[in-house]
């Protein structure tokens, strides 16, 4: 970015964040929060800056190692999901697995989209006790997830100059008040499964 066109979104940064200030202080003075403000978000701000700035280490080489074996493991569900289908199709195609289910199968559909019938976790968990397949699906998807937004994604967000990935902390973005990160979200990782963990 050429230096004017800089200094000019900084400046409008800059008179933005003062007009904010000049609505925002009389209300956190007269809501009780300007102390709040001043002695815990502020000073909690510099902190995340510290570890934002300072980053996360992978063991890139320890996730190299599980994503192939996520691989070997997702080939498996995935001739297994065949077998218990009765024929190959779109394993990713939520069109085509309702197809199967509820048309060939034959089990019930419990709610239908605009674009077919639903296949989303609850109704792939229902249906678990009643057929094979659908237990094979959330093991496929559970699998597939994992491996395409952590285990392949973090990687490849490793900074080149500092060797780790720099999650951005938002202070003020959950409606329960907890801290949350974002590019990556690093407070998203499934861990409450045995593959998560």
């Given at each position: 970015?050429?230096?004017?066109?800089?200094?000019?979104?900084?400046?409008?940064?800059?008179?933005?964040?003062?007009?904010?200030?000049?609505?925002?202080?009389?209300?956190?003075?007269?809501?009780?929060?300007?102390?709040?403000?001043?002695?815990?978000?502020?000073?909690?701000?510099?902190?995340?800056?510290?570890?934002?700035?300072?980053?996360?280490?992978?063991?890139?080489?320890?996730?190299?190692?599980?994503?192939?074996?996520?691989?070997?493991?997702?080939?498996?569900?995935?001739?297994?999901?065949?077998?218990?289908?009765?024929?190959?199709?779109n394993?990713?195609?939520?069109?085509?697995?309702?197809?199967?289910l509820?048309?060939?199968?034959?089990?019930?559909?419990?709610?239908k989209?605009?674009?077919?019938?639903?296949?989303?976790?609850?109704?792939?968990?229902?249906?678990?006790?009643?057929?094979?397949?659908?237990?094979?699906?959330?093991?496929?998807?559970?699998?597939?997830?994992?491996?395409?937004?952590?285990?392949?994604?973090?990687?490849?967000?490793?900074?080149?100059?500092?060797?780790?990935v720099?999650?951005?902390?938002?202070?003020?973005?959950?409606?329960?008040?907890?801290?949350?990160?974002?590019?990556?979200?690093?407070?998203?990782?499934?861990?409450?499964?045995?593959?998560?963990?």
């Amino acid at each position: 970015v050429d230096i004017e066109s800089a200094a000019r979104y900084s400046g409008d940064d800059a008179e933005v964040t003062l007009r904010l200030k000049e609505i925002f202080a009389p209300r956190l003075e007269h809501e009780g929060l300007l102390r709040l403000f001043t002695e815990v978000e502020m000073p909690l701000m510099e902190v995340l800056i510290d570890i934002e700035m300072r980053g996360v280490c992978l063991d890139a080489p320890f996730l190299n190692d599980i994503s192939v074996d996520f691989s070997r493991k997702l080939e498996q569900l995935e001739l297994s999901i065949y077998d218990a289908a009765g024929e190959e199709f779109n394993i990713n195609s939520t069109k085509q697995l309702g197809e199967i289910l509820f048309e060939k199968i034959g089990l019930k559909a419990r709610r239908k989209t605009k674009t077919g019938y639903s296949t989303d976790v609850d109704t792939l968990s229902m249906l678990a006790r009643e057929h094979e397949l659908p237990k094979i699906m959330l093991e496929y998807r559970q699998l597939m997830k994992l491996k395409t937004t952590y285990i392949d994604a973090l990687p490849a967000m490793v900074n080149p100059e500092t060797g780790r990935v720099h999650t951005s902390f938002n202070q003020a973005v959950t409606a329960t008040g907890r801290l949350s990160s974002s590019a990556p979200n690093l407070q998203n990782i499934p861990i409450r499964t045995e593959l998560g963990r």
